[in-house]
C-alpha cells in the first residue's frame, strides 16, 4: 500500500457503493482510500446482468457515457413455465435506454478507474478485519496485513456479508428470511445467434424472469425465480432462491439452476450454447421492514450492508450507488463541520429517506412478506391456474366453450378452501394499497 496519511474518508469495499461514496468525497478535494479484499476489480462480485444508468449520470455527470455496455435493454419477458407449458408476456420499448447489460467486471474496473484518475486511493488484496473504536467512535480500520489506518469517517460497503456492520453494532444476525441464493451460469451464444434467438437487432438486450419451472415433483414450491440476461457474446441464465426455501427443502441450489436450464422454453434459448462460468452470491432481502442502522459515531453503512436492494426489480446497483454518493456527500459535511458524531451522521439517513432508494423499499414493503405468506398459492396454485385456463382457451375439443368456462370457474374455488382465496385476495390489495399510497 502506499505510504498514506491524513486520511478523511476509508471505504471498506471497492463495489458500487463504495465507489459512489469515494468519487463523490474526491469531487471535493478530500482524501479518500478504498480497501478492496479482491486482487482485482468485481472479480469477488456477481450479479444478473443489468445497471441503471441514471444513478450513474447523477455521479458522473457526463462522463458515464463513456461506459460502454454490451446492450441496451428494450426487451423485457415475464414468463410462467409449467412443466413444458409457458405463458409468456413480452415488452419492446425501442425509446428504452435506462438499463444497460455489462458484466460486474467491467462495470467495477470502469467506476475504479474513474476513481483512480480523479486520486482516490486503493489498497487491494487487503482485508479489512476489524473496526478501531476510540470509546463508542469509530476512528479506522485494522487490516489482514497488520496495519491499523486512521480516518474521520468510515463508510462501511462490504456487500451482503456484513461482518464489520455487526461488529460496528448497526446489524444483527440475518435469518433465513431475511436473504436470497443467487445461483448463475455464463453461457457462451456467439452475436448473431443471440440476436436471432432473442429477437434483437444489433445492440438491443432482453431480460427474462421466469416464475415456475424450478419445482420438483411432490415438493412444496420454493419461493425463488428463474432469469436470463443477454450479454454480447453469452447469456447469464440463473436462479434466486430464499435461504428459508433451501433450508426447508434439502434440494441443492445447482438443482434449480439444473431444473430451469432443462425446462423446454429456457432449454431452447440457451442451446448449443458452452457454460463458460458457474457462480453464487447472496442477496439481502430484509428491505424497508428490518432496516440496520444506517450510522453509528464515526461510520456509514451503504448498499447490500445496509440491505438497498429492490428484489422485485432486480435493481440493487443503482440503490448501491444512490447510497454510496448519500454516504459521501455526509462525510464531506462532517468534514467541514469537524463532527464525526451521529448528531452529524445522521443526515445521512433523513437523505436516504428523501431518495428514491427509501421510496422504492417503502413501496414494496409489503410484498416480501407477502411472498412468503402466500408462497403456495402464489408460485404453485395460481401458476397452474393460468395454466389451466389458456389450455382450455386454446383448445378445440368440440365440447362446447361455456362447458369448460363453468368447469373451470367450478374447480377454481373447489381445489382451493375459500378462506385462503380471501386472505390472498386481501394480502394483494394490501400490496398495492401500499404501493400507490
Ligand atoms: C444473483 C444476483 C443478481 C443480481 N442482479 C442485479 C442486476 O441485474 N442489476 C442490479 O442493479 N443489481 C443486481 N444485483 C444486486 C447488486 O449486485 C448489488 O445490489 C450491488 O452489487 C451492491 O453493491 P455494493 O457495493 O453494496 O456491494 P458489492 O457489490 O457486494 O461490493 C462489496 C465489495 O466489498 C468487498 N469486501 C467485502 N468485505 C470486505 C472487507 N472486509 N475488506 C475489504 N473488502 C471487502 C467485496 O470484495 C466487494 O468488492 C444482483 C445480485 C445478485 C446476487
Redesign the pocket.
Known amino acids: 500500500m502506499e505510504n498514506i496519511n491524513d486520511i478523511d474518508v476509508i471505504v ?8 459512489a461514496c469515494a468519487i463523490t468525497c474526491k469531487k471535493e478535494n478530500k482524501n479518500v482510500l478504498v ?4 486482487s482485482k ?2 472479480v ?9 444508468l441514471e444513478s450513474l449520470k447523477e455521479l458522473l455527470g457526463n462522463d458515464y457515457k463513456n461506459l460502454s455496455v454490451d446492450r441496451i435493454v428494450k426487451n423485457h419477458n415475464w414468463v410462467i413455465l409449467n412443466n413444458d407449458n409457458s405463458l409468456k408476456v413480452s415488452y419492446k420499448n425501442k425509446d428504452a435506454k435506462s438499463s444497460g447489460i455489462i458484466t ?1 467486471y467491467s462495470f ?1 474496473n470502469f467506476l475504479a478507474e474513474y476513481a483512480k484518475n480523479l486520486g482516490v486511493y486503493f489498497a487491494n488484496e ?4 476489524d473496526l478501531i473504536k476510540k470509546g463508542n467512535k469509530i476512528v479506522g480500520v485494522k487490516t489482514d496485513k497488520g496495519e491499523e489506518i486512521y480516518s474521520k469517517v468510515t463508510v462501511i ?5 456484513s ?2 456492520a455487526k461488529k460496528a453494532g448497526l446489524k444483527t444476525k440475518m435469518k433465513p428470511n431475511d436473504a ?1 441464493l ?3 451460469e455464463v453461457i457462451r451464444l456467439d452475436y448473431e445467434t443471440i440476436n436471432q434467438r432473442f429477437n434483437l437487432k444489433e445492440n438491443e438486450g432482453a431480460i427474462y424472469e421466469f416464475f415456475g419451472g424450478i419445482k420438483g415433483d411432490n415438493t412444496e414450491p420454493p419461493l425463488g425465480m428463474g ?1 436470463l ?1 443477454t450479454y454480447k457474446n453469452f447469456v447469464t441464465v ?1 436462479v ?1 432462491i430464499s435461504m428459508k426455501s433451501l433450508t426447508d427443502s434439502k434440494t441443492k441450489p445447482y438443482e434449480y439452476l439444473e431444473r430451469l436450464k432443462s425446462n423446454e422454453f429456457v432449454s431452447s434459448l440457451i442451446k448449443d450454447g458452452e457454460v463458460i462460468e458457474y457462480s453464487a ?3 439481502p432481502e430484509t428491505g424497508y421492514k428490518m432496516l440496520p442502522k444506517l450510522y453509528c459515531d464515526g461510520a456509514l453503512l ?4 445496509a440491505g ?2 429492490d428484489s422485485i426489480h ?7 450507488i444512490k447510497s ?1 454518493m448519500l454516504a459521501g456527500q455526509t462525510a464531506v459535511i462532517a468534514i467541514q463541520k469537524n463532527d464525526y458524531s451521529k448528531n452529524t451522521l445522521k443526515i445521512y439517513k433523513e437523505m436516504l429517506f428523501n431518495s428514491f432508494v427509501m421510496d422504492d423499499l417503502k413501496t414494496y414493503k409489503n410484498v416480501i412478506s407477502v411472498l412468503y405468506e402466500r408462497k403456495n398459492s402464489i408460485f404453485s396454485y395460481y401458476l397452474n391456474k393460468a395454466d389451466e385456463f389458456f389450455k382450455l382457451f386454446t383448445t378445440a375439443d368440440n365440447k362446447g366453450k361455456k362447458q369448460g368456462y363453468r368447469k373451470f370457474i367450478k374447480a377454481f374455488f373447489k381445489d382451493r378452501p375459500i378462506k385462503d382465496l380471501i386472505v390472498d385476495v386481501i394480502s394483494f390489495v394490501k400490496c398495492v394499497i401500499n404501493a400507490i399510497i
Open positions: 471498506i469495499g471497492a463495489g458500487p457503493s463504495g465507489l480497501i478492496e479484499r479482491a476489480f468485481g469477488k462480485n456477481m450479479y444478473g446482468g443489468a445497471v441503471y460486474r467495477d487487503t482485508l479489512v478485519v460497503s462490504e456487500g451482503f456479508n461482518v464489520l436470497i443467487g445461483i448463475k432469469f440476461y440463473g434466486g452470491h447472496s442477496i451503504v448498499g447490500d450492508a438497498l436492494v432486480f435493481e440493487g446497483t443503482n440503490l448501491a454510496g
